[in-house]
């Protein structure tokens, strides 16, 4: 079952940052992801993506995905 999200701010940001580090370009990317190019230009603009497609593009990028509960800023663990 896919969901669509509105990716965490920075999100997007940090899968660039990784695509960047490997070298890899949006096309790169997309072809190892099985996603478009255009995709990957969404998800990395931060545009609600389906869990699937974020799936996709982490395991590409060798990334991992975790949920954590959420906490305020400044609230020790």
């Not at 990716?7 to 996603?35: C, F, H, W, Y």
């Amino acid at each position: 079952m896919s969901r669509t999200l509105r990716p965490a701010d920075g999100l997007g940001s940090e899968i660039r940052r990784a695509r960047n580090q490997q070298g890899m370009t949006q096309t790169e990317l997309a072809v190892k992801a099985g996603v478009s190019r255009p995709t990957v230009a969404r998800v990395e603009l931060g545009t609600p993506i389906s869990t699937t497609t974020l799936a996709k593009v982490a395991k590409a990028l060798r990334l991992k995905v975790e949920l954590r509960p959420d906490r305020p800023r400044g609230a020790s663990a």
